[in-house]
T-cell receptor
Framework: AQKITQTQPGMFVQEKEAVTLDCTYD???????LFWYKQPSSGEMIFLIY??????QNATEGRYSLNFQKARKSANLVISASQLGDSAMYFC??????????????FGQGTRLTINP | DARVTQTPRDKVTEMGQEVTMRCQPI?????VFWYRQTMMQGLELLAY????????DSGMPKDRFSAEMPDATLATLKIQPSEPRDSAVYFC???????????FGQGTRLTVV
């Protein structure tokens, strides 16, 4: 079975600081993808970044980077130079590619990030 | 501008009534997910389709919920009869088989009174 764990229900960070949101996962699938989504107060789900399990390098997208540690089964999101607009709920998600039944996209419980001016 | 379209955006209904939520996936996407989001349970996967066939609906209460894809451009989620505990935001997302993200619709906010 697949499982995503986000242990930080909420985080408070000063503007312009870097922030790391934790995500650990569990899967029996040998090939899988890890995703981060942002959900602002408006409610929409916005895709941020993707990491494949066989990617050699950590994914980066602008101010977002994914600190992927396969042996530890962790996929932490790092936001550099945080901005007020980064205040939102952040979800880590995973999808398997090989094992039957593991190919659904499952989400963690989320971390509510608040950026203080 | 390709996007997943969900209708209605908001729905208020009385307990016992049938509710139908619709989703138009992005053209060319062959996977569709239905999620329910509540404060208590977070994002729960209700059903998952690939090429219009249901692959996993283990997260869906079978006695009152049903999900279908009548064609590649339409996915539906029905609740009959609806109950107050079904009040939530229901999201549809579409994607492909490959290592790409799923794109979410704006959601349907359902309130059952």
């Amino acid at each position: 079975a697949q499982k995503i764990t986000q242990t930080q229900p909420g985080m408070f960070v000063q503007e312009k600081e870097a922030v790391t949101l934790d995500c650990t996962y569990d899967t029996s699938d040998p090939s899988y993808g890890l995703f981060w989504y942002k959900q602002p107060s408006s409610g929409e789900m916005i895709f941020l970044i993707y990491q494949g399990s066989y990617d050699q390098q950590n994914a980066t997208e602008g101010r977002y980077s994914l600190n992927f540690q396969k042996a530890r089964k962790s996929a932490n999101l790092v936001i550099s130079a945080s901005q007020l607009g980064d205040s939102a709920m952040y979800f880590c998600a995973m999808r398997g590619y090989v094992v039957q039944g593991a190919q659904k996209l499952v989400f963690g419980q989320g971390t509510r990030l608040t950026i203080n001016p | 501008d390709a996007r997943v379209t969900q209708t209605p955006r908001d729905k208020v209904t009385e307990m016992g009534q049938e509710v139908t939520m619709r989703c138009q996936p992005i053209l060319g996407h062959n996977t569709v997910f239905w999620y329910r989001q509540t404060m208590m349970q977070g994002l729960e996967l209700l059903a998952y389709f690939r090429n219009r066939a249901p692959l996993d609906d283990s997260g869906m209460p079978k006695d009152r919920f049903s999900a279908e894809m009548p064609d590649a451009t339409l996915a539906t989620l029905k609740i009959q009869p609806s109950e107050p505990r079904d009040s939530a935001v229901y999201f549809c997302a579409s994607g492909t088989n490959g290592n790409t993200e799923a794109f979410f619709g704006q959601g349907t906010r359902l309130t059952v009174v």
